[in-house]
C-alpha cells in the first residue's frame, strides 16, 4: 500500500518556496578568478559568473567530482574526480569538455591547488607514506603529465603557495573530522608559513588551542578560518605586522572552505557562497542557481536483494519474511510471487514478524516521523493498523506471543516492552542493566504467553536467566550467577528452558578490554526443568525386549447406543492447545542438567523447534578452520529422542524456526548472502544448498524521499543513542530545524553525507562519524604498485629504495624482493610489459590494472635497453604495509643503535587486534633490554590496552635459579623488561590511543614524549544503519576519571615532554621525537640502572651440626 510519510510531507512542505527564492543552497568547496567561481555541487563541479547567476556544469558524472581550483589565469580548471574509480587529479577548460587525467597512482590523489606559474597542479597523497596510519604530503604534476613530484614539506594537509612561489601557508596535520565544531584536542595544529628555500619557519599566533584551517594569501596576507571565537569565522594574518584580525562575524552557521584568487577571498557558509574584498573587509554573499540532469537522483526500481537485514517466518514456513532496504517483504517456498507490503521509500520499516495464527505481520515504521508498530493482514491487503509507542525510539528482537494478542521487543534503554496488539496497551518491564554491544538479552515467550524469558547482566559483568511473569510484572532469576547464562529458549512442551551457560566467561565479560582478547570463551547447553516432579529428559536407557500384550476382544455396541463411543473428531483440540507453562522457582537451581552429548565450544542463538528439539549457533571465526570458507558459522540441532547434536546448516549468518517448529530459514554470511528454508525435521541435515530461495526483492526507490527519511532518523540516532542525556549542552531540535532546511537541495549522497555530518558536529563530539551509503557504482579501480620508490634519472626511471617484507611477515607481499627476481637501488626500469618506459612518461599508467596479475618489467644498471633484464612480478595494489614494516623496523634498529644495545623499540599501531600482536610480537622478543621505547603515535584505537598497560608496569617479585649455561637466574614473573620506559605520542593517536597514554601516565610508569593525542575517548556501538546501509554515530560511552571529571575527550593527553618534529629536521633526515625519547630513556637508566641479582651460594640445610 501506498502511505504518505512523515518526511515526504516535510519534503513537500520545503520544495513549495516561493517562485522568487530560486538560489541554490549547499554549494560547496568555492575557487575563484578574476571572472568565475567554480564550485561543487551534486557530486559534479559547475562555474558561475563572480556576480552569480545560473551555473554552468563542467562535469557530469555518477561518482565525485570534488575540489574544484581555478588556474591562476582562470583558464582551467583542476579538480579530483573518481572516473577510474580511484581518486585522481584532472583539468577540465572552463567552457566544457572532456577531462583530463594527470595522475594514476592507486592511492588517492586529492588536489589542492596550482603553483603559481599555472604550469603544475599541487594535490595531496599518502603515496611513499610510511606512517602506519598514511600521512598525506604535497605533489605537484604538469597539466602535461608526466612524473609527480613530492613538496619539500614531510607532512600537508591544506595549503596555498603565494605569488612569488617563496612560502607556503599551510597545515601540518590532517583532521580525523574537520567537521568537529569547538575541538581542542592534539590535531589543533597552528598554520605554518614555510620558505621553500631555507625551510625556515612562521606560525600564525593564536590565542588558544583553536582550529585553523584552509589558509591562502592574498598579496603578503594569509586568509584562514579560525573557531577562536567559537564559531569559524575568516581571520587575516598581516604578513608584515604579525597581527591577526577578524574579518567575518557569523553567529549561525560555520565558516567552511576557503580559497583566494584574483585579489579576494571567497568562502562557503550557511549553504551559500560569499566574496569577501580584502581591501573593504566586506563580505558579499552570491546568489547561484543551479539547474542540471541528475539521473542518479530519479525514482527506479531497485533491486534490494542484497540488502536483507532482518528474517522471519510464517508459522508453517510458507513464506519467509524480510526486511530489505527499509521494506517488508514476503518470499513464497515455493509458489507465488514476491510481495512488497509497505511500499514506502520515504519510511524505515524495520523488524518484521509473522503472528503464530497466521494472520498478521507486524514491523515498526517511522512515517509519522516517530517508530509505530504496525499491524497488516499478512497477505498485504488492506491498511495496517499503528499503535503508538510514546518514549519509544528503536525496537529490537520483536516476537509475537504463541496466542497471537501480544507483542514483546526490546529498545535502546535495554527496556522490555509488552504491546497488547487489540487495546493498544503497553506495558514496559526492567530489561538489561549494562550496555554491551552484543543486546545479549534474548527475551522469548513461553508456550502459554505468560512467561518471558531474557538475559540480565548482573553488577558482575556475568549474565543470568530471568523470567518475566507478565501477568504480575515479577521477575526471577533462575540461575545463580556463578556462570554466564546466555540465549533462553522455551521447549514447545513447555516442560523445559534450554539455555547456554559458560564457566570461563572471565575477562570476556570486559568487552571493551584488550585482556580480553585471544581469551577462549566455550559455552554448554543447559535445560532446566521447570517443574518439581517432572523427570529428567536424559533418563537412564537400556535396550530390553518388550513384553507382547493379548489382543483385546472388541466389544460390539449397536449404532446409537448410549455406551457407544462417541466419533473422534478429526483434529483434538487438545492437540492443538498450548501447555501450561507451571515453574517451581524453590530449588530450580537443583533441577539445571547439562545436555548430554554437546562438546562446549563458543555457541549462541538458541533457538526451539518442535517439543524436544533445540537448534544452536557456533561462532567460527573465518579466519580460524581451513574448511570454514564463507562467513558464518555452523547450526546445530538436538533432539531428546536422539540425544545428540548434529550440524545442520553451515556458513550461518543469522537463522530463524517457525513457529511450528517444523521449517527452518537461514542466511549465508558475506555481503552477497543467500537465503535458505529447509525442513528443520528432517532425520538428517539438508544437503548443501538445499532449499535456496531465488526470488529477487525489487522496490520503487525515490531518492529524494529516503534521503529525507535518511536526516531524520539521524535526528533521531543522536537523541536517542548519545551517550550523555544534555547532548553536550546542545538544543538538538533548534540544530535540527537549522540544517533540515538544506533537505531538499540534497543532490546527491555525498551531499547528504555532508550534510549530516555538518549537523553532528554541533554534538563537539569524537567519533561522530558519518559513513557509508549507497553511491552510484563507478569502475573498480585496480591499479598496481612494485614496492619501491623512484626518480628520474638520465631520462628514466630509476629504482631509489626496493622494500621487502621484512622478517616473519607473512600477510606482505613484496613483488621486487620474491626469490629469483634481482632488482636493486639504482638500477634502472625501462619497460612493463614491452611498453617503453620514459621519464617524461607517469609511470603508474603503466601499471594501471595490474594489481596482482602477472607483469613483464624490463630493467637495466644502465639507463639503456642493451644487456636489459626482464622479470616476471606481480604488482600489489596497495604497498602501505611494506613502508609501514620498512619504517619500523627502521626505528628499531635507530633505537638500537642510539641505545647501545640497551633499549628496545615497540611500535603500536593501534589498540586492536594489530596492536596486540605487535605488542606480543616484539616486546617479548626484546626482554633482553634495559628499558624500552614505546612508539604509539599514529595509533589508530580499538580496545582499552589494559593488558599493554598492565606488562609495562609489571614488577617481578625474585629470581628462580637456572642450573645451566653462565646460571643467569630467571625473574618471577620472567616475562618483562624491568627498567625505564618512554612512550611517543603524536596528535595521530587517539581512541584507544588517547586512553594508552593516559594510563600510561597516570600510573608512573615512564614518560610521554612527543605532541599532545587527538582528545576522542567516547565509544562506540550497538547502533543500526540506515536504510541504505550508511550510518551516523552517536557515540555510547564516554570516560572520566576517578574524581568524577570527564577526562581526555576534546584535550588529548599531553606530553611530559613536548617535542614537534619540524620540517627542517625531518628534511635532514631527523626524527627529533625518536630521539628525544632515547634520551630520556637512557638518562632514566643512568639514574636507576637495572641490577639484577645473580645466584647466590648454595643453601646449607641439609648440613649437620659439627
Known amino acids: 500500500m501506498l502511505r504518505r510519510s512523515f518526511v515526504t510531507a516535510v519534503v513537500i512542505g520545503l520544495a513549495a518556496v516561493p517562485a522568487s527564492a530560486q538560489e541554490t543552497l549547499l554549494l560547496r568547496q568555492p575557487s575563484i578568478s578574476e571572472r568565475h567561481i567554480a564550485f561543487a555541487y551534486a557530486s559534479n563541479i559547475w562555474i558561475v559568473d563572480r556576480s552569480g547567476g545560473q551555473a554552468r556544469r ?312 516517530e517508530y509505530k508498530l504496525m499491524i497488516a493482514p499478512q497477505d498485504g491487503q488492506g491498511e495496517p493498523r499503528a499503535i503508538a509507542l510514546p518514549g519509544m525510539s528503536f525496537a529490537y528482537t520483536p516476537s509475537w506471543s504463541p496466542d497471537s494478542r501480544k507483542m514483546l521487543f526490546t529498545d535502546v534503554a535495554l527496556k522490555l516492552w509488552v504491546v497488547d496488539v487489540t487495546t493498544g496497551a503497553v506495558k514496559k518491564y526492567d530489561g538489561d542493566m549494562f550496555m554491551v554491544p552484543a543486546r545479549s538479552m534474548e527475551p522469548v515467550w513461553s508456550p502459554d504467553s505468560k512467561w518471558i524469558a531474557f538475559a540480565r547482566r548482573l553488577p558482575s559483568y556475568y549474565h543470568v536467566i530471568m523470567v518475566l511473569n507478565t501477568e504480575t510484572g515479577e521477575a526471577k532469576q533462575i540461575t545463580d550467577g556463578l556462570a554466564d547464562a546466555t540465549s533462553p529458549a522455551w521447549d514447545a512442551s513447555g516442560k523445559y528452558l534450554w539455555f547456554l551457560a559458560s564457566t570461563d566467561f572471565a575477562l570476556r565479560s570486559q568487552w571493551l578490554d584488550m585482556t580480553s582478547y585471544e581469551r577462549p570463551r566455550t559455552n554448554a547447553l543447559y535445560v532446566a526443568v521447570l517443574k518439581t516432579g517432572e523427570p529428567t529428559p536424559f533418563t537412564p536407557e537400556s535396550d530390553d525386549e518388550p513384553a507382547v500384550a493379548p489382543a483385546p476382544v472388541p466389544a460390539v455396541f449397536p449404532a446409537g447406543s448410549p455406551t457407544a463411543a462417541p466419533p473422534v473428531p478429526a483434529t483434538s483440540a487438545a492437540a492443538t492447545r498450548a501447555p501450561v507453562v507451571t515453574i517451581d522457582f524453590e530449588n530450580i537451581g537443583r533441577r539445571i542438567i547439562a545436555v548430554p552429548n554437546v562438546a562446549s565450544r563458543d555457541y549462541a542463538l538458541v533457538k526451539s523447534g518442535a517439543a524436544g528439539t533445540v537448534f544452536f549457533w557456533e561462532n567460527v571465526d573465518a579466519t580460524g578452520p581451513v574448511e570454514q570458507t564463507t562467513p558464518g558459522g555452523p547450526v546445530y540441532r538436538y533432539t531428546l529422542k536422539d540425544r545428540k547434536a548434529i550440524p545442520f546448516a553451515s556458513g550461518v549468518a543469522a537463522y530463524t524456526v517457525s513457529a511450528d517448529g517444523r521449517k527452518l530459514l537461514y542466511r549465508t554470511g558475506g555481503a552477497q548472502g543467500a537465503l535458505f528454508l529447509v525442513d528443520a525435521t528432517t532425520p ?157 612518461d607517469n609511470v603508474f599508467r603503466f601499471l594501471d590494472g595490474t594489481a596482482n596479475r602477472q607483469v613483464v618489467i624490463t630493467v637495466n644498471s644502465r639507463a639503456t635497453m642493451e644487456g636489459a633484464r626482464r622479470y616476471t612480478v606481480v604488482p600489489v595494489a596497495n604497498d602501505q604495509g611494506l613502508r609501514t614494516r620498512a619504517w619500523v623496523e627502521g626505528n628499531r634498529r635507530l633505537v638500537d643503535s642510539l641505545s647501545g644495545g640497551k633499549l628496545a623499540y615497540v611500535h603500536l599501531p593501534n589498540t586492536g587486534q594489530g596492536g596486540y600482536t605487535q605488542f606480543n610480537r616484539y616486546y617479548f622478543a626484546q626482554q633482553n633490554k634495559q628499558g624500552a621505547v614505546i612508539d604509539e603515535r599514529y595509533n589508530g584505537g580499538g580496545s582499552a590496552a589494559d593488558y599493554i598497560i598492565e606488562l609495562l608496569s609489571r614488577d617481578f617479585d625474585g629470581y628462580f635459579n637456572n642450573p645451566v649455561g653462565d646460571r643467569t637466574p630467571f625473574a618471577s614473573p620472567s616475562a618483562g623488561i624491568w627498567g625505564p620506559k618512554v612512550m611517543i605520542i603524536n596528535e595521530m593517536a587517539g581512541s584507544g590511543g588517547d586512553l594508552m597514554p593516559y594510563m600510561f601516565h597516570r600510573r608512573k610508569i615512564g614518560t610521554l614524549v612527543g605532541a599532545r593525542t587527538w582528545g576522542g575517548l567516547v565509544a562506540t556501538s550497538d547502533q543500526a544503519p540506515f536504510v541504505d546501509g550508511g550510518g551516523l554515530v552517536a557515540p555510547r560511552l564516554g570516560f572520566f576519571d576517578r574524581d568524577g571529571k570527564w577526562a581526555v575527550e576534546n584535550e588529548g593527553v599531553a606530553p611530559d615532554i613536548a617535542v614537534e618534529n619540524f620540517p627542517r629536521d625531518v628534511i635532514a633526515g631527523h626524527d627529533s621525537q625518536l630521539e628525544r625519547a632515547v634520551q630520556e630513556a637512557l638518562r632514566l637508566l643512568a639514574a636507576n640502572p637495572v641490577r639484577l641479582m645473580k645466584e647466590p651460594p648454595g643453601a646449607t640445610w641439609g648440613k649437620r651440626p659439627q
Open 684 to 840: 538428517a541435515a539438508p544437503a548443501v544448498g538445499t532449499g535456496r530461495l531465488a526470488a529477487t526483492l525489487r522496490m520503487w526507490w525515490e531518492p529524494k524521499l529516503e534521503f529525507a527519511q535518511i536526516f531524520e532518523e539521524a535526528r533521531r540516532k543522536v537523541r536517542d543513542y548519545f551517550y550523555v542525556p544534555n547532548l553536550h549542552g546542545t538544543d538538538w531540535p533548534k540544530v535540527v530545524a537549522m540544517y533540515r532546511q538544506f533537505v531538499p537541495f540534497v543532490a546527491s549522497r555525498a551531499d547528504l553525507n555532508y550534510l549530516l555530518d555538518v549537523m553532528g558536529s554541533e554534538l563537539a563530539v569524537g567519533h561522530s562519524y558519518v559513513n557509508g551509503g549507497d553511491f552510484p557504482e563507478t569502475p573498480p579501480a585496480n591499479g598496481g604498485l612494485l614496492g619501491a620508490d623512484m626518480i628520474v634519472n638520465n631520462g628514466r626511471y630509476q629504482f631509489t629504495r626496493i622494500y621487502d617484507a621484512e622478517s616473519w611477515n607473512p600477510d606482505l607481499r613484496a613483488p621486487l624482493a620474491a626469490p629469483g627476481i634481482d632488482v636493486k637501488p639504482g638500477e634502472y626500469l625501462l619497460a612493463i610489459n614491452g611498453q617503453d618506459v620514459r621519464g617524461t
Open 58 to 369: 563542467l562535469t557530469s558524472f555518477q561518482g565525485n567530482t570534488a575540489q574544484p581550483k581555478l588556474s591562476p589565469d582562470g583558464r582551467t580548471v583542476a579538480f579530483t574526480g573518481t572516473y577510474a574509480g580511484n581518486a585522481d587529479v584532472y583539468t577540465v577548460p572552463i567552457e566544457g569538455g572532456e577531462p583530463t587525467r594527470l595522475t594514476w597512482h592507486p592511492g588517492a590523489d586529492a588536489v589542492t591547488g596550482w603553483t603559481p606559474d599555472g604550469k603544475r597542479v599541487v594535490f595531496g597523497s599518502t603515496r611513499q607514506s610510511s606512517a602506519p596510519s598514511p600521512t598525506q604530503r604535497f605533489w605537484t604534476v604538469s597539466t602535461d603529465g608526466g612524473v609527480e613530484e613530492p613538496m619539500p614539506m614531510p607532512r600537508a594537509f591544506q595549503g596555498h603557495i603565494n605569488a612569488a612561489g617563496t612560502h607556503i601557508a599551510y597545515r601540518m596535520a590532517s583532521s580525523w573530522d574537520d567537521e568537529r565544531r569547538n575541538y581542542r584536542g592534539g590535531q589543533n595544529k597552528p598554520i605554518w608559513v614555510l620558505d621553500l628555500k631555507s625551510f625556515a619557519l612562521d606560525t600564525i599566533p593564536r590565542p588558544i588551542n583553536s582550529k585553523e584551517l584552509d589558509p591562502a594569501w592574498v598579496g603578503d596576507d594569509v586568509f584562514f578560518i579560525s573557531d577562536r571565537d567559537g564559531v569559524q569565522n575568516v581571520y587575516r594574518y598581516d604578513g608584515r605586522s604579525k597581527a591577526v584580525t577578524q574579518q567575518t562575524k557569523f553567529t549561525d552557521f560555520d565558516v567552511k572552505t576557503l580559497d583566494a584568487g584574483a585579489g579576494v577571498v571567497v568562502f562557503e557558509q550557511a549553504g551559500r557562497l560569499h566574496v569577501l574584498d580584502p581591501r573593504t573587509g566586506k563580505a558579499t554573499p552570491v546568489s547561484i542557481q543551479v539547474k542540471g540532469d541528475f539521473p542518479w537522483m530519479m525514482p527506479q526500481w531497485k533491486d534490494v536483494s542484497t540488502r536483507i537485514s532482518a528474517l522471519a517466518l510464517s508459522p508453517t514456513g510458507k513464506r519467509a519474511l524480510v526486511e530489505a532496504r527499509g521494506e517488508i517483504f514476503t518470499i513464497p517456498a515455493e509458489k507465488g510471487d514476491v510481495r512488497n507490503l509497505t511500499h514506502s521509500s520515504g519510511s524505515a520499516e524495520r523488524a518484521p514478524a509473522w503472528s503464530p495464527d497466521g494472520r498478521s505481520v507486524s514491523w515498526f515504521s517511522d512515517a509519522s516521523g
